[in-house]
């Protein structure tokens, strides 16, 4: 059964910059679409960002583009999210993903499926005060 594990969440305040990590259990998740989403009290679950095996193809929402950067370390199974200028809205658990690659083209229209994702991790909270 594979593994991910989140960490970095915390209080911040509006303005600020977070880090979020993600570490895989399993190597094989080297070959593996690694994504991250989040969800707020009272919405749905939303894609925030992916990357895929390759370390340099990246998805983003809309709303995220410029603010938000997703990378990943393969030889540490490790993906992190980098969060910039944070302010209220980002206030969610933010959980990491991951999905078969498939090595062929999609849209970002795909990744931001989470029936894409095969295996989560449990989340961590991130809380931004203005």
């Known amino acids: 059964q594979e593994q991910l594990v989140e960490s970095g969440g915390g209080l911040v305040q509006a303005g600020e910059s977070l880090s979020l990590s993600c570490v895989a259990s399993?190597?094989?998740?080297?070959?593996?679409?690694m994504g991250w989403f989040r969800q707020a009290p009272g919405k749905e679950r939303e894609f925030v960002a992916a990357i895929r095996w390759n370390g340099v193809t990246t998805h983003y929402a809309d709303s995220l583009k410029g603010r938000f950067a997703i990378y990943r370390n393969n030889s540490s199974n490790v993906v992190t999210l980098q969060m910039n200028s944070l302010n209220p809205e980002h206030t969610a658990v933010y959980y990491c993903a991951s999905g078969p690659d498939g090595q062929a083209y999609r849209p970002t229209s795909y990744y931001t499926r989470p029936s894409v994702y095969a295996f989560w991790g449990q989340g961590t909270q991130v809380t931004v005060s203005s």
């Open positions: 399993d190597r094989t998740l080297r070959y593996y679409t």
